[in-house]
């Protein structure tokens, strides 16, 4: 294997990782929101 196709590689991992790790924030996030938006529905109601 050449240095450039390692370099290659681990570069779409790191690059794999910090997409699914900022996607994963962002969907706990919303979930968050919807969830306090329920409790707020359900208090008044």
Excluded at 3 to 14: D, E, K, N, P, R
Excluded at 29 to 45: S, T
């Amino acid at each position: 294997m050449s240095t450039s196709l390692v370099i290659g590689f681990v570069l779409t991992g790191v690059a794999m990782l910090a997409f699914l790790g900022w996607t994963y924030r962002q969907v706990r996030r919303v979930d968050h929101v919807i969830r306090d938006v329920d409790g707020r529905q359900h208090r008044a109601g």
